[in-house]
């Protein structure tokens, strides 16, 4: 069953590239356009969305305050002429930002990000243990599990190490992404660590040795680890 859309932008030009584009992909269904956000938000208010595209500078109300102000929000991509507004964007959990004007290549991305994240949202979990999203960098990335090595804790956020990449950055706790893990291949060792089970190497005086040579500490808490991971 394709995703339900709708599009909200004050820029009838700007629509039918939306109409367009749309067209061109049998996942997505664009349900209504609204040339004013008021009646777009109404319309939010009052029927079942999975996916919105919607203009940021509008004469009414901000795209960014009419995601605001939604109860139950659904998947968002914003459109904008102004880059200056990504940062704010993505502090919503935008799954994409597309500034205008707006290529059918770029288009495609954020819609193809849109209808994984949704079957990513929708499947048994066990059907979803291969790859982790996150939002980074103002961006939705999705992260493959064969390539983290350990998840560290900083405060408010977390730092996703991986074995062949650079370390990714997200708002989000250790418990939070735990919460999204396979618990047969990611397991916590210490308030600030969770390591991947196949990556580690070795356990020697409570410090756990990984693929890449880095050491971390296991703490009192989580000491039942070691005799689970000697288990053959």
Known sequence: MPLRCIAIDDEPPALAVIREYVSKFPALQLVHTFDD?????????????????????????????????????????????????AHEGFELNAIDYLLKPISLERFSRAAHKAIEYYDYKNKPRYETEESLFIYSEYRMMKIGLQDIEYIESLEDYIKIHRINDKPVLTLMTLKGVLEKLPTARFRRIHRSYIVAVDKVKSILNRKVTLVSSTELPISDSYTSFIAEWKKP
């Open 37 to 85: 956000a008021i009646s777009g938000a109404e319309y939010l208010r009052q029927h079942a969305v999975d996916l919105l595209f919607i203009d940021i500078n509008m004469p009414d109300i901000t795209g960014l305050d009419l995601v605001r102000s939604l109860p139950e929000k659904p998947m968002i991509i914003f459109t904008t002429a102004y880059k200056k507004f």
